[in-house]
């Protein structure tokens, strides 16, 4: 049966070799060993176990809880070497900023083996070598902003997969830690974007500060920074005088409401109180009207309330027997009268005393 074809990346299958025994999982047999030398190919490579497992993550995203685990232990007895760790690192990099709407996938993987991978050599461990390949790519932002088609489209995957690190990667201790690198190489990159104002680095920008907007301003904030405030002023200056579309314009512009909504959050204004007639305003909006004798209306808002509405009780004798059209509704066997009990349910009685108490502190005040 032919082996399945797996995409490996050209510069990665020459450097990791698979007679190499430092690339064999420690979990398998000699007879792996053995049946690779006799030309066997049932085993993959260590890129092509790594890539198999990329792909399938992008083809089902919702086996990463199920399946990390195994993934990384797997790796640790595999990625022994700094050179497979490199190549790792490489591999995850790649598919992260090369498939569409992988970013925050990569950024989720990449924070959980950044905490599970056991190797951690001088050059640096997973979390190390994965920041220095992003400042590699960092290095060239202003030539990559500038560029054609293809390599701005490959400088914007790489931008939005920051983001996602930047939102993802978790410290020692089990929290989302922002890192401050990640922090001002994002606001570099949205001044890389902004300052070579085409469509697609527009487009670029908008879909950082949609991700990352909220937490970067926050983050701004605590150290008593504008960064914000300057880079919507950049935009509001691209609006009036960049040559872009229309529709470019407006995305910024809605960038811009969203924004000044304080990105879509909703915050208490105050800490909670339970509502009283003193301290909200619309306590009674939504109490009923009642009738006196002489039909007069009333309602809980009114001074005299409880004096009135326990003339009303007196004068109905809250549910009467009476006979209408014939029928005698205080039992006459209907199912849905027969099931009424005769007293009140203790957490309506109990607010009902509440709230009888408020209207007469009210009354007296």
């Not at 925050?104 to 599970?116: E, F, I, K, P, T």
Request: charged share 25%; with cysteine.
């Amino acid at each position: 049966m032919a082996k399945p074809q797996v995409v490996v990346a050209p510069v990665l299958m020459s450097k990791l070799s698979a007679n190499a025994p430092e690339f064999y999982p420690s979990g398998y047999s000699s007879n792996y060993t053995d049946s690779y030398e006799d030309g066997c190919e049932d085993y993959p490579t260590l890129p092509e176990y790594v890539q198999d497992f990329l792909n399938h993550l992008t083809e089902q995203p919702g086996s990463f809880e199920t399946e990390i685990e195994q993934f990384a232990e797997t790796l640790n007895g595999w990625v022994t070497t700094d050179d497979a760790l490199q190549e790792l690192v490489e591999l995850i990099y790649q598919q992260a900023t090369s498939i569409p709407n992988f970013s925050y996938m990569g950024a989720r993987l990449c924070n959980y083996l950044s905490h599970h991978l056991t190797i951690s050599p001088q050059s640096g461990n997973f979390r190390q070598l994965l920041l220095q390949r992003c400042r590699t790519e960092y290095e060239v932002k202003d030539q990559a902003a500038k560029g054609d088609e293809v390599t701005r489209k490959r400088f914007h995957a790489f931008v939005l997969f920051l983001g996602e690190l930047y939102l993802n990667l978790e410290g020692t201790n089990g929290q989302v830690t922002r890192a401050d690198i990640l922090q001002v190489g994002l606001r570099e990159l949205l001044n890389a974007l902004f300052s070579n104002p085409m469509d697609d680095n527009l487009i670029c920008a908008v879909k950082l500060l949609k991700l990352t907007g909220s937490v970067l301003e926050d983050a701004w904030k605590e150290k008593g920074k504008n960064d914000m405030e300057e880079i919507i002023q950049r935009i509001e200056n691209v609006v009036l005088d960049a040559n872009c579309s229309r529709d470019v314009k407006q995305m910024l512009l809605k960038l811009v409401e969203l924004r000044s909504s304080n990105w879509g959050r909703v915050h208490a204004t105050s800490t909670y109180r339970e509502a009283t007639p003193e301290n909200d305003p619309n306590y009674f909006m939504n109490e009923p009207t009642f009738y006196t004798s002489d039909g007069v209306p009333f309602t809980a808002a009114d001074p005299d309330y409880q004096e009135k509405y326990q003339e009303l009780l007196e004068r109905e004798d809250f549910f009467p027997d009476y006979e209408e059209n014939g029928t005698d509704l205080s039992g006459a066997g209907d199912p849905y009268l027969d099931d009424i009990d005769d007293e009140m349910d203790p957490e309506i009685e109990e607010a009902y005393e509440k709230f009888c108490l408020e209207s007469e502190r009210k009354r007296k005040q």
